[in-house]
């Protein structure tokens, strides 16, 4: 990147926050893309106007959340670049977020619903022959008769992860798989309290079995109805009467 506009010297206050905002508006601008590197940071020193620790504590926390990527060396290509974040990278942020916020439930729900009938839409239109064996070999794993609730959980959620990843859209289903995997460990809580588990499990099978039929048959409205009645019925059924 060349040029300095933008980097004007911040009030001293807040110090590394108001680096990590500065170099945030300048990606929200336009004025830095994935690739660009920023500039060195004695230079950053001088045009923020704020500490050389002000500096690294910044630079470090962008690149723990994968929007940094540092480049050792003194040669042209050395620096720190800017790079897209991974979807592992969003996803935990907002699977942390969720469980820290501390949502209700059921706001929770909502949310699952809405998000999960959208890739469900998306998958029954955009699944490839690939997807719908995945989504397959899932189900033939779960079919198992006394599988462990553990196992079956994680089943459960790679079931719908899967389902989301089959409908191509990436933020869709980064944000699916967030919020799946955010009540990954309650739904454990609650399967290990339920007396007559073989009963739920088979409904369980049996409501995933109709969202793949769906997908397969390209219905998209059927595949969008059946995971959000699935997901609704379950919270109602199944998790408010063990919480």
């Known amino acids: 990147m060349t040029g300095t506009a933008g980097w004007e010297p911040l009030p001293r206050a807040r110090t590394y926050e108001l680096v990590l905002e500065r ?142 990843e089959a409908g191509g859209n990436r933020l869709v289903a980064d944000m699916t798989i967030a919020v799946r995997n955010a009540v990954r460990h309650t739904f454990l809580d609650v399967f290990h309290r339920i007396e007559d588990w073989e009963a739920v499990a088979e409904r369980l099978r049996a409501d995933h079995h109709a969202v793949y039929d769906a997908i397969a048959a390209r219905d998209a409205e059927r595949a969008g109805d059946t995971v959000e009645r699935h997901i609704r019925a379950i919270h109602q059924d199944v998790i408010h009467p063990v919480l």
């Open 23 to 164: 170099i945030e508006q300048l990606i929200l601008d336009g004025k830095l893309r994935v690739g660009d590197r920023l500039p060195p940071e004695r230079e950053l020193v001088e045009l923020l106007g704020v500490s050389r620790a002000a500096i690294r504590e910044a630079l470090r926390v962008l690149e723990a959340q994968g929007a940094l990527r540092p480049r050792v060396g003194t040669g042209p290509d050395s620096g720190n670049v800017i790079a897209a974040m991974p979807s592992a990278g969003l996803t935990q942020f907002l699977r942390l977020h969720i469980a820290l916020a501390n949502f209700p439930l059921d706001d929770v729900m909502v949310a699952r619903a809405a998000l999960e009938r959208c890739s469900a839409q998306l998958a029954a239109a955009q699944a490839t022959e690939e997807d719908l064996a995945t989504l397959r070999g899932l189900l033939e794993r779960m079919d198992v008769p006394g599988l462990p609730r553990e196992e079956f959980n994680d089943l459960d959620t790679e079931f719908h992860v899967a389902v989301a």
